[in-house]
């Protein structure tokens, strides 16, 4: 029996239109959707570090936001100049460039963030007085080797919360692998060494600063300085090195779209109050300088900083800090 004529030009039809919409979905599964975000930063702050220095930076970050099978995913990239000068004017000219690793946004923006935790043993007394968790032998917390150093695993055990996967300075017992003993408080900030990376300890009172004053000034004070030291940077340029990653990670949390108190409260803050930081894959030769960084609940997710130091000067004829502070009025 013949198929009428019409009949099978509305197959062909109908046939058409199912592999279009195939190799439609195709295309839109397998080809990024890519959104590009620049912001420049382009003023002027003072920075109190071992002297009192104005930093002024010409920077422009893009944030780069990317939908692949699914998923987003962000990069950060950063360019431009940052200048610092001390009270006498002497200063140097740095050209930065910072770019990141693809990172996905859902571990960016956790649904943690923001959230105040109560270790799970309390909660359990509080729902229910007549139960207790024994801790006798220590948290029995899961835990892994990350870099030859012992992590405990988030979120932790039935009788300790675990906010992200850090070093172990919590349980003692070796029931949760091997210990550290790093303070929540110390007064000067521990590094671990690891197989490849530095595991750099930020002090509950330095969160607590971050999140009071709105500012970086101690977290890169605590972390900027072990940098230029482990660079081999002179130490008269030190503290300026020092203002200008200041300058730079300022950059990184505006363009994620975070406050610097939520990022200290969000990103860096564990279940102690402290916080870490990692360092890795440092070099310097001549006028470059270059590492790798992450922070906190973002360990995962790199930066790459490569610093330039173009040029550094005398004293010019004014003074730029008197001049700022005395309202632009030139004596």
């Given at each position: 029996?013949?198929i009428?004529?019409?009949?099978?030009?509305?197959?062909?039809?109908?046939?058409?239109?199912?592999?279009g919409?195939?190799?439609?979905?195709?295309?839109?599964?397998?080809?990024?959707?890519?959104?590009?975000?620049?912001?420049?930063?382009?003023?002027?702050?003072y920075?109190?570090?071992?002297?009192?220095?104005?930093?002024?930076?010409?920077?422009?970050?893009?944030?780069i936001?990317?939908?692949?099978?699914?998923t987003?995913?962000?990069?950060?990239?950063?360019?431009?100049?940052?200048?610092?000068?001390?009270?006498?004017?002497?200063?140097?000219?740095?050209?930065i460039?910072?770019?990141?690793?693809?990172?996905?946004?859902?571990?960016?923006?956790?649904?943690?963030?923001?959230?105040?935790?109560?270790p799970p043993?309390l909660?359990?007394?509080?729902?229910?007085?007549?139960?207790?968790?024994?801790?006798?032998?220590?948290y029995?917390?899961?835990?892994?080797?990350?870099?030859?150093?012992?992590?405990?695993?988030?979120?932790?055990?039935?009788?300790?919360?675990?906010?992200?996967?850090?070093?172990?300075?919590?349980?003692?017992?070796?029931?949760?692998?091997?210990y550290?003993?790093?303070?929540?408080?110390?007064?000067?900030?521990?590094?671990?060494?690891?197989?490849?990376?530095?595991?750099?300890?930020?002090?509950?009172?330095?969160?607590?600063?971050?999140?009071?004053?709105?500012?970086?000034?101690?977290?890169?004070?605590?972390?900027?300085?072990?940098?230029?030291?482990?660079?081999?940077?002179?130490e008269l340029?030190?503290?300026?090195?020092?203002?200008?990653?200041?300058?730079?990670?300022?950059?990184?949390?505006?363009?994620?779209?975070?406050?610097?108190?939520?990022?200290?409260?969000?990103?860096?803050?564990?279940?102690?109050?402290?916080?870490?930081t990692?360092?890795?894959?440092?070099?310097?030769?001549?006028?470059?300088?270059?590492?790798?960084?992450?922070?906190?609940?973002?360990?995962?997710?790199?930066?790459?900083?490569?610093?330039?130091?173009?040029?550094?000067?005398?004293?010019?004829?004014?003074?730029?800090?008197?001049?700022?502070?005395?309202?632009?009025?030139?004596?």
């Amino acid at each position: 029996m013949e198929i009428p004529k019409v009949t099978r030009m509305l197959s062909l039809v109908l046939i058409s239109l199912l592999l279009g919409q195939v190799i439609c979905y195709v295309h839109a599964t397998s080809t990024p959707l890519v959104i590009t975000t620049q912001r420049g930063f382009n003023d002027s702050w003072y920075f109190k570090a071992n002297e009192m220095l104005c930093v002024k930076r010409n920077l422009t970050a893009s944030r780069i936001d990317t939908l692949v099978g699914g998923t987003w995913y962000m990069e950060i990239k950063t360019e431009g100049y940052v200048d610092v000068y001390d009270e006498n004017g002497a200063g140097i000219r740095l050209k930065i460039f910072l770019n990141s690793t693809k990172y996905p946004k859902a571990k960016i923006y956790s649904d943690n963030l923001n959230e105040h935790y109560e270790p799970p043993s309390l909660k359990s007394a509080s729902n229910h007085p007549h139960q207790c968790v024994d801790t006798t032998n220590g948290y029995d917390i899961a835990h892994y080797d990350w870099d030859g150093i012992n992590f405990l695993q988030a979120p932790g055990s039935y009788a300790w919360h675990v906010d992200y996967d850090h070093p172990n300075n919590v349980d003692d017992s070796g029931a949760s692998g091997t210990y550290y003993n790093v303070p929540q408080n110390e007064g000067e900030a521990t590094t671990l060494h690891g197989d490849g990376k530095y595991h750099h300890h930020i002090p509950s009172w330095v969160i607590d600063d971050m999140i009071e004053a709105g500012s970086t000034i101690r977290l890169i004070g605590q972390i900027g300085a072990f940098i230029a030291i482990l660079l081999g940077l002179p130490e008269l340029v030190v503290s300026k090195i020092v203002a200008a990653v200041a300058a730079l990670v300022a950059c990184i949390i505006a363009i994620v779209g975070m406050t610097i108190q939520v990022f200290a409260q969000s990103v860096l803050k564990t279940e102690l109050g402290d916080g870490w930081t990692w360092t890795w894959g440092h070099g310097q030769w001549w006028v470059f300088a270059y590492w790798w960084q992450s922070f906190g609940r973002w360990r995962d997710w790199g930066f790459f900083w490569y610093v330039v130091v173009l040029y550094s000067w005398p004293p010019p004829q004014d003074n730029v800090l008197t001049y700022a502070i005395a309202g632009g009025k030139r004596k």
